[in-house]
């Protein structure tokens, strides 16, 4: 679902930027504007729009962390780690060393 509306933004001002390049092309051929004028004018909208997207990554990411917290989601690092100290005692469990024995045996 979150997908889907970050997505839908993307489409969104994806077909805006369009748009606005459209109708500033049509202003510089109308001579309503200079090519200068509808240079600046674009580049204002596209540094808007990226600073209005950093503050949405910044705001999607900080309730991605809550949500990671409150419902208690182990992160990657988490995992990592995890998996680092089982690989680096497994060979200490009585029973996985006969399976590791058994494997080796049959790979050979």
């Known amino acids: 679902m979150i997908k889907n509306a970050i997505y839908s933004g993307i489409g969104v001002a994806s077909l805006t930027t369009n748009k606005i390049k459209e109708l500033v092309e049509?202003?510089?051929?109308?001579?309503?504007?200079?090519?200068?004028?509808?240079?600046?004018?674009?580049?204002?909208?596209?540094?808007?729009?990226?600073?209005?997207?950093?503050a949405f990554q910044n705001q999607l990411n900080g309730f991605i962390d809550d949500m990671q917290t409150k419902i208690q989601i182990p992160g990657r690092e988490q995992i990592e780690g995890w998996v680092a100290n089982i690989s680096k005692n497994i060979e200490n469990v009585p029973f996985l060393q006969d399976v590791i024995k058994r494997d080796n045996v049959s790979q050979n």
Request: charged share 40%.
């Open 26 to 54: 049509d202003l510089i051929q109308n001579e309503q504007l200079t090519k200068e004028e509808g240079k600046r004018l674009v580049d204002e909208f596209l540094q808007n729009a990226e600073t209005r997207r950093l």
